[in-house]
């Protein structure tokens, strides 16, 4: 996994003094870091620029005072932002330059956002594999564990990891084979099969029902 340290060497060599700030999310601040994780990233520019692409870092890019601002008073430079972004970022983000953000914003606005995405985002997704019968390994690792992460966000406010997300949908609903799922996201040697694509599939039909009742 790329290294904060990387990514901002990389990123000083080609915006010399524009980098004002940087914040961590994702899974590094969650624990859940895997061989392909990403590094989830903010930055923060003094003036608007260009930021160069860099493989393994999934960047946000703001003009430096955007974070100390809701989330909706705020257009990115590059990449997406999102009031559960907001979120990580004022509780368990963690700052390697610059000043750590205050990122306002309330849990209404954070549980809106999340049973918004399970519609806009995740039903036609789920609904696409309800569709295939042959899945592949990296889509029923997103198809599985996604939505599960915004169903626990919205029943507590607290945002999680995919793994612990899964593990919290395995223990409510222990006939789907969901740790199966979370043990394969660490471990490449866990085959996924046919029965995992359609559980993916059975558990999101359950997450919606229980989050819409």
Request: some cysteine.
């Amino acid at each position: 996994m790329v290294t904060p340290g990387e990514y901002l060497t990389f990123l000083d060599a080609r915006l010399p003094g524009l980098v004002a700030g940087a914040h961590l999310h994702g899974s590094t601040v969650l624990d859940d870091v895997v061989a392909d994780s990403d590094l989830d990233v903010v930055i923060e520019l003094a003036a608007a620029a260009e930021v160069p692409a860099f493989d393994g870092a999934d960047v946000a890019v703001v003009l430096a005072g955007s974070l100390e601002k809701p989330v909706f008073d705020v257009t990115p430079l590059a990449g997406e932002i999102t009031p559960v972004l907001w979120q990580q970022l004022r509780t368990v983000g963690r700052t390697v330059r610059g000043a750590r953000p205050t990122c306002p914003g309330t849990a209404a606005d954070v549980e809106a956002y999340c049973r918004s995405n399970l519609l806009s985002y995740w039903k036609p997704l789920s609904d696409q594999v309800r569709a295939t019968p042959e899945l592949p390994r990296d889509g029923v690792l997103w198809v599985g564990l996604g939505p599960a992460r915004l169903w626990h966000t919205i029943r507590t406010g607290e945002i999680v990891s995919k793994s612990r997300a899964g593990e919290l949908a395995a223990a409510r609903w222990p006939d789907l084979p969901i740790l199966d799922v979370v043990s394969a996201r660490h471990d490449s040697s866990v085959e996924l099969t046919a029965v995992h694509a359609r559980a993916t599939v059975e558990l999101f039909d359950r997450i919606l029902a229980d989050v819409t009742t």
